[in-house]
């Protein structure tokens, strides 16, 4: 089984010598993802639909923090490609991830307040591109990518019995998101050949701490995470 999971989970082929350190970073963090409830859930059809809509609407707050952090990332871009293809993910974390958040849950629902794990991984967000050199705020980002794609291609083989949750799955599993994360991982290869031993180490770090936020987000939907009174 050992054998397996590590066929299952390791850096993909296309991964350059940067990309791939990362990823092997986070394998621990990534196989609790791929083996938490609210992700069997997803497969499976037996995500109770509760936990599943407190997801989508801190997902839509957790989007106004993303597409501000993606455009203050874009401002320090070293090319005029990425700052521009930066700024178009920004717009279309907006707008095409909710849409499909609206099409489920359904248009004017009353507004959520941002859970706590929500709020502190947007403000390690938007902190990181504020304060940190670029290719440590792209680093901070990619985990929000990646591993949404690798989990919606992993639950694509498993596919889902609710059509819902299966649309949900589609998105992440399709290629014209893959296009998007292939571009951010291009920009990070990149960027990461010029830059010294000490600053792709702080890359890494900030890599792993937003995959660890990943992986809380999961949780977070899966406890329904409220304030305390």
Sequence with gaps: MRLVWAV?????AWAGDFTGRLWSSIQPIYQRTLD???LRGLADGSLPR???????AQDALYLGGFSR????LAAKAPREEWSLTLNRHAVEALEVERKLHESLLGAGRPAATMAPTNLAYTNHLIATVTQRPFLEGLAAMLPCYWIYWEVG???KQRGSK???YQRWIDQYA???FGASVRQVLGMMEAEAQTADAATREKAQKLFELSARYEYMFWDMAWREEGWPP
């Design 8 to 12: 299952l989970l390791a850096a993909p």
């Design 50 to 56: 509760s936990r599943f809509e407190y997801y989508l």
């Design 69 to 72: 952090a993606l455009s203050l």
């Design 36 to 38: 938490h409830p609210f």
């Design 162 to 164: 609710d059509p819902d």
């Design 174 to 176: 399709a290629e014209e």
């Design 153 to 155: 291609k992993n639950l």
